[in-house]
Structures are given as C-alpha cells and as structure tokens.
C-alpha cells in the first residue's frame, strides 16, 4: 500500500495548468503543421519550430491562464494569419471569467470614423467630454483633440 502512494504524484493546481498547457501546445503543433494552409506563408519551418518552443517555454512558465492566454495570443499573432487566433466567443464561462475578468483594460475605447481611429475615454460620461483622434504622420503617432 505504501508503494502504491508512493507512485500517485499529486499535482498542485499550477503544476497540472503547465502540464495541461504543454499538451495543448503539442496538440496544436501537430494540427497546425499537418492543417493550417497559411502557417509557411510568412514564416519558414525553423522559425515555427522556434516560435512553438517558445511557446512551450512561456507555458512551462505561466503563472496563471491569463497569462497562458496572452502567451497563446503572441504565438497565434506571429503566424500573421487573421483566421488563427484564441476565439474569446468559443471559451467557457470559467475560463471566460478567469481571463478577460478584473481591472486588466486599459481606460479608453476606441472606434473607427471616416479612416480615422477616435479614442476616448471608457465611460459614457467621460466620453462626451474627452476624445481624441489618433494621427499617424510617417508612423510616428500623435494625439489631438477630435473636432
């Protein structure tokens, strides 16, 4: 019987996230090299074999699933594909309030107007008072006040 505990691993809760991660990272390796049509286009066979042993690294770090998420977030953007990315619509409601719950936004919104992008502030009072629009002049940004 002794033995028999001996053998069982209990995992604390961070333990078994990273592991549970580093199976979803082998997983989505795997469908993405034998699946995705566009994985190649921007990016060569070494720098995907790169970038997904980064992930693996990041998720063998991550403190929490916010963080796996972000991680996840990075490594689906570097594939420059606009159909390949962690769908916030298609997570449950736990996982759902686990990483999108909190005081992690920034205190602005923004929206598109005539091509250009009007920032302003997050709340609908604070909006009738502030906005501004985003200039972009030879890719150095500026703010001014919108008209």
């Keep these: 019987m002794l033995s028999l505990l001996a053998a069982i691993q209990v995992l604390s ?3 078994e996230l990273r592991t549970g991660l580093l199976q979803d990272a082998d997983v989505l390796k795997s469908a993405y090299t034998q699946m995705h049509p566009g994985l190649y286009r921007y990016n060569s066979p070494k720098a995907i074999d790169e970038k997904f042993a980064q992930l693996r690294t ?6 929490d699933l916010r963080e796996a998420y972000v991680d996840l977030s990075l ?3 570097s594939i420059r594909c606009g159909h390949t990315y962690p769908n916030f619509f298609n997570q449950k409601k736990a996982i759902v309030q686990e990483v999108f719950s909190g ?10 107007l005539n091509r250009k992008m009007i ?3 997050k709340t609908s009072a604070e ?6 629009r985003l200039v972009c002049l030879r890719n150095n940004p500026t703010l001014t006040t919108a008209p």
């Design 75 to 77: 490594f689906t953007a």
């Design 103 to 112: 005081q992690n936004r920034v205190p602005f919104y923004f929206k598109w």
């Design 58 to 63: 990041r998720f063998a770090q991550a403190k």
């Design 119 to 121: 920032v302003g502030m």
């Design 127 to 132: 909006r009738s008072r502030f906005a501004w």
């Design 13 to 15: 809760p961070l333990q």
